[in-house]
């Protein structure tokens, strides 16, 4: 009598996933029986006619250590790359901060002065008991902020 085998036993024997041998299974690709329990059995004989040779119970490694150092060195190569690239893009923007600043207008340290004199009405004269007038000079000529930056700027 052939030996028999669990599902999961089976599974790791041709190396793929329970549930893909189950599907096999029932697709019919392989035949399986299910135990007083309702636990899987499938044959190893049956395994050997669909899969070829059986692994054995310790897993090999899927790929060589030579493809895993390779891996290995164009994974470090991609990382000094990039490296290089964020460093790069680092010194970029210090330098368009630099720039920014160069070419940035001074904080204004008193409000603008208008380049022509305004001229200040004649204040009339207090009577020793009146209040004084609300507006007793004239207000300030206000500038729009793009007027000012187009004065500023040139």
Known sequence: MAAMLTLAEAAQKVGLHRSNLLR????GRISGTRDD???WQVDAAELVRVYGDLRSATLQPAQTDAVLELKLEHAE???RDLTRRAERAERDADDMRDLLKRFAL???????QPTQPIAQPAQPERSSGGMAPVHSTAPDRR???WRWMVRATG
């Open 106 to 112: 001074p904080a204004p340290s008193a409000p603008h």
């Open 24 to 27: 096999a299974i029932k697709a």
């Open 143 to 145: 500038t729009g902020w």
């Open 77 to 79: 190569q991609r990382i």
């Open 37 to 39: 329990s309702g636990v």
